[in-house]
């Protein structure tokens, strides 16, 4: 039953490393975004596809590469982990056709260490 | 960009009592106001939204208000119980072929039983 669902939930790993998460959603929407919220818990836009394609990508470090193999998954892979990559990303979905309530997935917790 | 800002950071209440938090934003073209609720350990939620040709909007214990003229909107909580502590974030949509949300920074909400 659950509408955006993320893997891992904790994830653990050292400086340097490359690691990957995971997002689907079975709600049927065209949309899905990645979200990243640092500690003191402000939420700032990543990435976001509509239909496989990329519309918004934002200033962020070309380390970070997000892929959508078909329009109910957006996964997210990070190379050469940095301290400062340690927060939480959401993942989210929404319908196409204008803005409209966004669904978050339960976040994946990264620490490096 | 939009550039949202949110007040108080912090708000802290007699339960049954009221609480309000307010937005700014900066685009004068947004139209689409959104408010979150993320409980801890959860992802964000909608709770309510609201329109720029709507001014004001209610959904049983809270309601949105909206001023286009001033570029603020409010989020009203009334009777006020514990399982409205959580952190609220407000946020607004320019029309765009993208759909991006910028938020505010988050209220920390808590109530005293």
């Known amino acids: 039953d659950t509408a955006v669902s993320q893997t891992p939930k904790y994830l653990v790993t050292q400086m340097g490393n490359d690691k990957s998460i995971k997002c689907e959603q079975n709600?049927?929407?065209?949309?899905m975004y990645w979200y990243k919220q640092d500690s003191k818990k402000f939420l700032k836009i990543m990435f976001s596809y509509n239909n496989k394609e990329l519309i918004i990508n934002e200033t962020v470090p070309n380390r970070f590469s997000p892929k959508s193999p078909d329009k109910a998954h957006l996964n997210l892979h990070i190379n050469s982990l940095e301290l400062g990559d340690s927060a939480v990303y959401f993942c989210a979905s929404s319908q196409v056709g204008g803005p409209s309530e966004q669904y978050f997935g339960p976040g994946t917790r990264l620490t490096v260490t | 960009g939009e550039n949202v800002e949110q007040h108080p950071s912090t708000l802290s209440v007699q339960e049954g009592d009221s609480a309000v938090i307010k937005c700014t934003y900066s685009?004068?073209?947004?139209?689409?106001f959104p408010w979150y609720k993320q409980e801890l350990g959860k992802g964000p939620q909608l709770i309510i939204d609201i329109r720029s040709n709507v001014g004001e909007k209610k959904d049983q214990r809270i309601a949105v208000t909206l001023n286009k003229t001033a570029k603020h909107f409010s989020l009203h909580i009334t009777e006020t119980q514990p399982e409205d502590s959580a952190v609220y974030f407000c946020?607004?949509?320019?029309?765009?072929?993208?759909?991006?949300?910028?938020f505010g920074a988050g209220t920390t909400v808590t109530v005293r039983a």
């Open positions: 946020a607004a949509s320019p029309p765009s072929n993208d759909y991006k949300l910028s």
């Open positions: 685009d004068s073209a947004s139209n689409y």
């Open positions: 709600l049927g929407h065209d949309t």
